[in-house]
C-alpha cells in the first residue's frame, strides 16, 4: 500500500502542474479580461500548429525506436465505447426519461473523450514518448467514428435520416480536415521512408512541439470558463460518473479479454479515464438537446479528472 501511495504522489505531482495551467487560463478567460477572439485565437494555434509539429515530428521518427502499436487496440478501445454508449443511451431513456435524440448525446458524453488537447499533453507527461503511437492510433479515428455514431443515432431517433454513404461520407470529409488526423498520417507516411528530418525542418517543428503541451492546457482552461454549472446538475454529474469511471473500467476489461500487451492497454485506458470533449457540448447545442447537463458534466469531469487520471494511471502502472 505505501508503494502505491507513493507513485500516486509522484503522479499527482506530475499532474498538478498541468492543471494549474488548465487553471490558469480558467483565470485568465473569467478575471483576466482576455477577450473571446483571443481564446478562439489560442485554440486555433494549438489545434492546427502546435499539436500538428508536435505529432508529426513524432510519428515521423518512429522508426528509431522501432515502437508500433498492435492494431487490436482500436478493437478494445472503440469497442468499449460502443458498449458504453449503448448503456448511456439506454438509461439516459428509461432511468432519466429523456428524449432519444438527448439520449445519444448523453451517451456520446459518457465516451467522447478530451482527447486533443489534453489527452495527448497528459500522455506525453504521465506516460512517456513511447506510448505516443499508441495514442495517436486512437486519435487517428476517434472523432470520425463516434461523431458518426452519435450523428446517426441522433438522427434515426429524429426519423429525418437514415445509415447512408452520403452522410458517412460528410463525416469523414470534415474529420480528414483536422490538422490533428493529417499530420498524424503525414507523420506516418514519413516514417514509412524511413528518412531522418532534416535539421532545418526537425528544430522548428521541435520548438513549436514543445509550445503544444503548455498552449493547449491553457486553451482547455478558457474554454471551460465559458460553461458553469447551474440547472441539470444531477445529470451531469451521473454522465461524470459514467465517463470517469465507467468507460475506462470497460476499456480495460475488453484489454484483458483481447490480450492487449501492457503499452497498448495503458494507452488506451488512460485515453479512456480522460473528461468529456467539446465536441460533445458542439452536439448538444446543434441538436437543442440537454446542453446544461452536458457543459456541467465537462467542468466536473475536468477538475474530478486531476485526482482520477493519476489515479488510474498508477493503478495501470502496478497491474502491468
Not at 45 to 66: C, M, N, T, V
Not at 141 to 162: C, H, I, K, Y
Request: charged fraction near 10%; charge should be positive; hydrophobic fraction near 55%.
Amino acid at each position: 500500500m505505501d508503494e502505491f501511495l507513493g507513485q500516486f504522489a509522484l503522479q499527482f505531482a506530475k499532474s498538478i502542474p498541468l492543471f494549474i495551467l488548465i487553471a490558469a487560463g480558467f483565470a485568465l478567460s473569467r478575471w483576466g479580461r482576455f477577450p473571446k477572439s483571443a481564446s478562439d485565437g489560442l485554440a486555433k494555434f494549438a489545434f492546427s500548429i502546435a499539436l500538428p509539429a508536435l505529432l508529426f515530428r513524432l510519428l515521423s521518427q518512429q522508426f528509431k525506436s522501432q515502437n508500433s502499436a498492435d492494431p487490436m487496440l482500436l478493437v478494445a478501445f472503440f469497442g468499449a465505447c460502443l458498449i458504453v454508449f449503448s448503456i448511456g443511451h439506454v438509461f439516459a431513456e428509461k432511468a432519466l426519461k429523456i428524449g432519444p435524440v438527448g439520449a445519444s448525446v448523453f451517451g456520446t458524453a459518457c465516451v467522447f473523450s478530451n482527447n486533443g488537447l489534453l489527452g495527448l499533453p497528459l500522455a506525453m507527461v504521465m506516460l512517456g514518448d513511447q506510448y505516443i503511437p499508441s495514442v495517436a492510433a486512437v486519435l487517428s479515428l476517434n472523432a470520425m467514428v463516434l461523431w458518426t455514431l452519435a450523428t446517426f443515432s441522433a438522427e434515426l431517433s429524429q426519423r429525418t435520416g437514415a445509415l447512408s454513404l452520403s452522410a458517412f461520407a460528410h463525416t469523414a470529409r470534415i474529420v480528414f480536415k483536422n490538422p490533428l488526423i493529417l499530420s498524424i498520417f503525414a507523420g506516418a507516411i514519413w516514417n514509412l521512408t524511413r528518412i531522418e528530418l532534416p535539421y532545418a525542418v526537425d528544430e522548428p517543428l521541435r520548438l513549436l512541439g514543445n509550445a503544444a503541451t503548455p498552449l493547449s492546457l491553457v486553451v482547455v482552461g478558457m474554454g471551460l470558463a465559458e460553461y458553469g454549472i447551474g440547472k441539470g446538475l444531477r445529470t451531469g454529474a451521473i454522465v461524470s460518473f459514467g465517463k470517469l469511471a465507467v468507460q475506462p473500467l470497460v476499456v480495460f476489461l475488453l484489454t484483458r479479454l483481447i490480450g492487449l500487451g501492457p503499452v497498448e492497454s495503458t494507452a488506451v485506458v488512460f485515453l479512456g479515464s480522460l473528461p468529456c470533449g467539446v465536441n460533445v457540448y458542439l452536439m448538444a447545442k446543434q441538436f437543442r438537446v440537454i446542453e446544461a447537463e452536458i457543459a456541467n458534466a465537462m467542468v466536473i469531469t475536468t477538475l474530478v479528472s486531476a485526482l482520477t487520471v493519476p489515479l488510474i494511471v498508477t493503478a495501470l502502472k502496478h497491474v502491468f
